[in-house]
DNA sequence: GTGAAAGCGCTAACAT
DNA sequence: ATGTTAGCGCTTTCAC
C-alpha cells in the first residue's frame, strides 16, 4: 500500500539508484531528462520517503532532542517555539521531554533520546548535572539554554539579564526618578544576580550610591512583591519606583501600593521583568523587560546544527538581550487606557478555515 | 563505536536472534541462565537498541504526531504535556508540529509526520479541515481534540463547556443571586454555544425566566468583558452577579466594577471560564470552571494508542468536565488573602540538584 | 549517465 | 532452546 522508491523507479523505467539521486537532487551528474520523468512518477504516485530507512542508512534523524523542566513552566513553550521555528527550516523535528526537575527523569530522556539516533539534543533551564548524565551527553552535540544556578558555561544560551535590568533602572532614572527600591528574587539563582548587579551598576552609573534599606528580599511570588512593597512604603524615605525582579513580585507591588491608597504609577513607579503574558493584562499593565525566550530558542538552535554540522565544536556562552517594554506602570501614559489582546494570536494568527464536514 | 547488538551476542556467547529475544522478553521460551548471560553483557557494554533499525523492521515507531494550533497559545502546553504523561508509559515519544492556522501548513505538517512513518496522528485545536488532509489522514490512527467551530464529531476529545457553565451558574445560584448576567464568547465557537447554553439551563433549572438583557456580547479580550459590565452596571435593575464566558473578560468585568466604586466580591460576583494562570495571581483571584486540558490530552492519547493497537477503530465523541475552582471573587472568602504560587512548580517540582561543575 | 549490489541494525520466520 | 537467514527502504560505493 505504502509507495516506495522502487515503485517510483519502476513508474520511471529506471533503477532504484537513479531514482534516489532525481528525487535528493544529488550532485551526481545526471541527465535532465530522466531527472524530470522520475520526478513526475513520484508525484504521480505521491511518493514521500520513508525517512526512518533513510535515518538508518545515513546515520542522521533529522531530529533533535529537547530536554525541558516542565513544558508548563511560562519560558519553556516560546524557548521551544524559539527553536522549532529555527529547525523546521533544515528539515529538522524535535522530540520533547518533560524532566520535573529530577535528575534520574533527566537521565532516562537522554538514554531514550540517544536511542533513538537523534542528532543533539538542547537542554532547557535543566539546572541537574551529574556526571553520569554528562557521560551520556558525550560525543553528542548538545547546547543549554537559560540556566537556574550555574556559571553560564561553554555551550550555553542564557538571557542578559544584567543588560536588562539596566534598561529598566535607566528608563526609571530617565523618568526623573530616585529612590528606586530592588526586589529580590531567590538567592543563588543566576537572575537574581545578574538583575541585582544590573540594579547596582546602574545606579553607580548614575551616580547615585545605592541605598540597602531599599533592597529587599523576594522569593518570585506575588506575596513576596507585596510584603517588599508595605516595607518599603513604611519607611521614612520611601521609594518612589521599584523595580522587581519579576512580573509576580511587581503585581504584588502593585496591590500593595494600591491596598495604602496609592495609586500606580502617580504615587508609585513599578517595573518587572519577564514580560509573561498577563503584565499586558493587569491593570495598570506593568512596564517590564522582556525575556529572550524565543531568541534564545533560535540561536541555540543554530548552534546546536552547526555543531551537528561540522560547523562548529564548543561555542562560547552566548547572552541575548531582552527589550524593555513600556506600559502603564512606570508613569508614562500612552494614552487611554488599553489592554492587550492574547499574545499567542498576535502576529501568527492567520484563520483561514476550509471547513469541510 | 556505538554498541550493537551484535556486541553483546558476542560478548554472551550467543547469536543475535537469541540477544534480541532476551533483551525484549519475549515470550519466546529460553533458558533463563542465557537470558541472564545477555543481560549482563548488554549492561556491561551499556547498550542500547537502536530504535531506528528496530522501527524499520517492525514497521512502528513509537511515536505520535501531534499537530498544534501554535505552542504559545495558552491551553497548548497542559494538552501536550497530558499526551506526553499518558503516551510515556508506554515508551511513546511526540513530535510538535505548529501549524499557525493555516491550512497549508497543516497539511505539510501531516506529510511530515507520515513519512516518518509515525504511528498516530493528534490534532489539536486545527479547525481547518481540507478535503487533501483528510485524504492524508487516511487508514492512519488519528484523534482531534478541543475545537473551535466544529459540532463535535467521532474521534474527537472535547471539552464540556455545558456541563462547566452550568457548575458556574449554580454556585451562584447557591450564593443566593437571582441576577446573574453572561457575557459571551465570539460567535460561533462552540465553546461560546455550549458556555451559554449551560448558563440558560441552569437557570431554567432554578425556574428563572432568563433576561435577555443581561446577556452581553463580548470577544474573549479583557476589554469586551470591562465594556459589557460597564452597560450592565448602568441598566435599571443591575446584575449582583456576572459568568463572564472566560477569565480574561471576568478581570475586565472587575476593572469595570471597580472603576465605578464597587467592590468585588462585595458589590458584584464574579466568575470566570478557563482557569488561566492569572486567575489565582489578580486580585480578587477569580472564581473559575477549569478547562481540563491536561485530562483532555491524556484521553486522547489513550483514545489514540487503543486504536494504534487494535483494539478500537473510531470512538465517540468524549466530552471531558471540568471542576469549578473557588477563589475571591464571587463571594465566598477563603480567609485571609492569599496569592497562590507559580502553577508548574506546584506538583512536579522537586528539585534535587546535583550540581557538577 | 546509469545500474547492480552491499549494508545500515534490528526482528521474526524458519530451521535445527 | 538456540541459530541461521531474509529483509524492512533507503543511500552509496563501485562497476560499466
Redesign the pocket.
Known amino acids: 500500500m ?8 519502476d513508474l520511471a ?12 537532487d ?1 550532485d ?8 524530470q520523468a522520475v520526478l513526475a512518477a513520484a508525484k504521480q504516485l505521491g ?13 542522521r534523524t533529522l531530529t533533535v532532542g529537547i530536554v525541558v523542566e516542565n513544558i508548563l513552566s511560562p519560558f519553556i513553550p516560546p524557548i521551544i517555539r524559539g527553536i522549532q521555528d529555527s529547525i523546521d527550516e533544515h528539515g529538522y523535528v524535535s522530540i520533547i521531554m518533560n524532566v520535573d526537575w529530577d535528575a534520574e527523569n533527566e537521565l532516562r530522556a537522554i538514554k531514550t533520546l540517544n536511542n533513538r539516533q537523534i542528532d543533539g539534543i538542547i537542554l532547557v533551564e535543566s539546572c541537574i548535572r551529574n556526571s553520569e548524565e554528562v557521560a551520556e551527553l558525550k560525543d553528542k552535540p548538545h547546547v543549554f539554554v537559560h540556566r537556574l544556578f550555574d556559571v553560564p558555561s561553554p555551550g550555553s544560551v542564557v538571557p542578559d539579564d544584567h543588560h536588562g535590568a539596566k534598561l529598566a533602572v535607566n528608563h526609571l532614572l530617565k523618568l526623573g526618578h530616585r529612590r528606586i527600591a530592588f526586589i529580590n528574587g531567590l538567592e543563588n539563582w543566576a537572575a537574581t544576580i545578574d538583575r541585582l548587579k544590573g540594579y547596582n551598576d546602574a545606579l553607580a552609573d548614575a551616580d547615585l550610591n545605592a541605598d540597602s534599606t531599599l533592597i529587599k528580599d523576594g522569593d518570585w511570588n506575588v506575596q513576596s512583591g507585596y510584603r517588599a512593597v508595605k516595607e518599603l512604603l513604611s519607611l521614612a524615605e520611601p521609594p518612589t519606583a521599584v523595580f522587581a525582579g519579576n512580573d509576580l513580585m511587581a503585581l504584588g507591588a502593585i496591590y500593595a501600593a494600591q491596598e495604602l491608597g496609592m495609586q500606580v504609577p502617580r504615587d508609585l513607579a513599578v517595573v518587572g521583568y519577564d514580560d509573561r503574558d498577563f503584565a499586558g493584562f493587569v491593570r495598570p499593565s506593568i512596564t517590564t523587560v522582556q525575556m529572550p525566550c524565543e531568541e534564545m530558542g533560535r540561536k541555540s538552535a543554530e548552534i546546536l546544527l552547526s555543531i551537528v554540522n561540522g560547523q562548529m565544536t564548543q561555542s562560547e556562552a552566548l547572552f541575548v538581550p531582552g527589550q524593555l517594554i513600556v506600559r502603564e506602570s512606570c508613569g508614562v501614559s500612552k494614552g487611554p487606557w488599553e489592554f492587550e489582546p492574547e499574545r499567542a494570536s498576535l502576529t501568527r494568527q492567520k484563520r483561514t478555515s476550509v471547513r469541510i464536514q
Open positions: 505504502p509507495v516506495r522508491l522502487t515503485d517510483v523507479a523505467g529506471v533503477s532504484l539508484s537513479t531514482a534516489s539521486r532525481a528525487l535528493n544529488s551526481h551528474p545526471m541527465n535532465d531528462q530522466t531527472r511518493y514521500g520517503p520513508n525517512i526512518v530507512a533513510r535515518s538508518l542508512r545515513t546515520e
